[in-house]
């Protein structure tokens, strides 16, 4: 069926707050096949920010090319006014980003302290915080087992864990929901809300179901065929026109 | 082929061979550690480790040489120095190589192969150009030489005890170096997975490039060693590649209890086997058991057991 929703004039939403991360013309490709056409996104310290799309429209390719892991082939990238289009990724975590990847990606041999300890390396830090394992008991409980053991809840809390412990001020993740049980996603909401509220950062998550984005996010965009086609705030967000986007 | 021996005979053959074997496993086991630290992490198998060794070994005899003629109160310990030595020379190269040449192949396995192979054909025709053909030997401080005389029929050379502990020490810092200390947690998760790495903050180009410098340190102890039990040409690391390969392979990569599994078992079985039948006969045994295994265990013989 053809979608004859008309493409609406971007409703002014942006923030007035200087974004924490803004990203300006960004194209992005595998090979010669671009993927991302030129997207622009504002995030306000302090905002979370759901990017929602079906399989294939380039989600992950953006948190991707935001992280460094694909280069940008056009446009920038900067966080709290810093430049970091040409950085590798390490050098943006340094700058203030974390990552927590579709699937997690948790190093599996390694235990589940030595994974938060992977996070301490741009910060100097030796000893995992404190308020880490507060905000994740679990984990505290389970720190010498190997992280490939655990479930996937404790998983997603321990990338989660891993990618905090470096400090960041935006923190992107990739489907976190995705290979979770309901009850553990209505948690996740929850923590990070908390996470947000407690360290005041900014948190750009992708996603494909809309009840755990509508739980979160303070906005919501919709990104098809590597453009931004809908933005709008929660509190004003339409379910119906959104869930279409989504429908297959 | 044991009909001309008697009994006592047979032990004593079997311990010292067991010995001569163990001297010849500490060398594999430096190899071997270089080979598999650099292959598991990046996946480049550097067919110039061989090289990199007799770098060790021919700075180990510049190192006898230079402390004969100079410092002559000072030889008997030259050996401490020159193993030190060995292992920054071979290191610095190593890493020099890294950066010169290694990182820009990452993507590209089979042509790392083709690239460390023209230079190990580079670095022999540097130690002949530099050395000469000629192999030359160490001359060994006199607390290194004789024997330990452990019964009537048994002994045991003192340098190769002195090989064997400078082994287990290394063995035991590259171990404590990977599971305990900062760096070797970075080396383990780039290993693990190579962009999550960089995506938690690790600088993965600065972590392939010490590691390969360490991996090729090491390998310049072995080489250090190595003078110990044979003379120093500028083909000798060719000799022990192939063995060196056959050790991380057999071992599985990455592992490193493998590794040390592997290298004594094969060094043991070819050092009890020489005696016995020709030097090439052992090989052949030595290599159709190690097939028939792999056949078996194609992942090796120690792997971890965890959910991927």
């Known amino acids: 069926m053809l979608q004859t929703v008309p493409a609406p004039p971007p409703p002014d939403v942006t923030p007035a707050a200087p974004a924490m991360l803004a990203i300006r013309g960004l194209h992005a490709a595998y090979g010669q096949s671009e993927v991302l056409h030129g997207l622009d996104i504002a995030v306000a310290p302090g905002e979370i920010v759901a990017v929602m799309g079906r399989n294939g429209m380039g989600k992950s390719t953006l948190m991707k090319t935001l992280m460094g892991i694909l280069p940008a082939t056009s446009g920038t990238i900067a966080i709290d006014g810093h430049d970091v289009t040409g950085l590798k990724s390490h050098a943006r975590v340094a700058r203030g980003l974390a990552y927590v990847p579709q699937g997690r990606m948790i190093f599996s041999t390694m235990t589940v302290q030595e994974n938060i300890e992977t996070g301490l390396t741009v910060t100097g830090a030796r000893r995992v915080p404190e308020d880490l394992y507060a905000m994740f008991p679990v984990l505290l409980e389970m720190k010498d087992r190997r992280g490939g053991n655990l479930s996937g809840g404790q998983q997603q809390q321990l990338a989660i864990a891993r990618a905090l412990a470096s400090r960041p001020k935006v923190l992107l993740l990739d489907e976190p929901t995705e290979g979770i049980q309901p009850s553990i996603i209505r948690e996740m909401g929850r923590t990070l809300k908390a996470i947000r509220d407690a360290r005041g950062l900014s948190i750009v998550v992708s996603e494909q179901v809309l009840s755990f984005a509508m739980d979160v996010a303070d906005r919501v965009l919709v990104i098809e065929n590597g453009a931004i086609v809908h933005e709008s705030l929660r509190a004003d967000i339409d379910e119906a026109q959104v869930a279409r986007f989504l429908s297959v | ?295 078996l265990r194609p992942q090796g013989l120690f792997t971890l057991k965890v959910r991927r």
């Open chain 2, 1 to 295: 082929m044991f009909g001309d021996y008697s009994l006592g005979d047979l032990g004593a053959i079997f311990a010292m061979q067991g010995f001569a074997g163990l001297i010849l496993f500490s060398v594999y086991l430096l190899m071997a550690l270089g080979l598999a630290i650099i292959f598991g992490q990046m996946g480049v198998i550097n067919m110039a480790h061989g090289e990199f060794m007799i770098l060790g070994a021919y700075v180990t005899y510049l190192c006898s040489t230079f402390f004969q003629s100079y410092l002559p109160s000072l030889f008997p310990i030259y050996f401490f120095v020159a193993m030190g030595l060995a292992f920054l020379a071979s290191g610095a190269l190593g890493m020099l190589v890294e950066w010169g040449l290694i990182r820009f192949l990452y993507k590209r396995p089979l042509d790392t192969l083709l690239a460390t192979w023209g230079l190990s054909l580079i670095l022999q025709q540097a130690y002949r150009s530099i050395f000469g053909a000629r192999e030359v030997g160490v001359e060994l401080p006199a607390w290194l030489i004789g024997s330990v005389q452990v019964t009537d029929t048994i002994e045991v050379p003192i340098n190769g005890l002195f090989v064997m502990a400078v082994t287990l020490l290394i063995t035991g810092a590259v171990a404590l170096l990977i599971f305990r200390s900062r760096f070797g947690q970075q080396m383990r998760a780039v290993m693990a997975n190579r962009a999550m790495a960089g995506a938690v903050g690790i600088d993965t180009d600065k972590v392939d490039r010490t590691t390969f410098g360490l991996g090729c340190g090491i390998a310049g102890v072995a080489g250090s060693a190595f003078t110990m039990i044979g003379s120093t040409g500028p083909t000798s690391g060719q000799l022990y590649i192939v063995d060196t390969f056959l050790i991380v392979v057999f071992g599985g990569a990455a592992s490193l209890v493998g590794t040390i599994a592997s290298a004594f078992s094969i060094s043991q079985t070819q050092s009890t086997l020489e005696f016995f039948l020709s030097g090439s006969m052992a090989k052949v045994l030595t290599l159709l058991a190690v097939v028939g295994i792999l056949m």
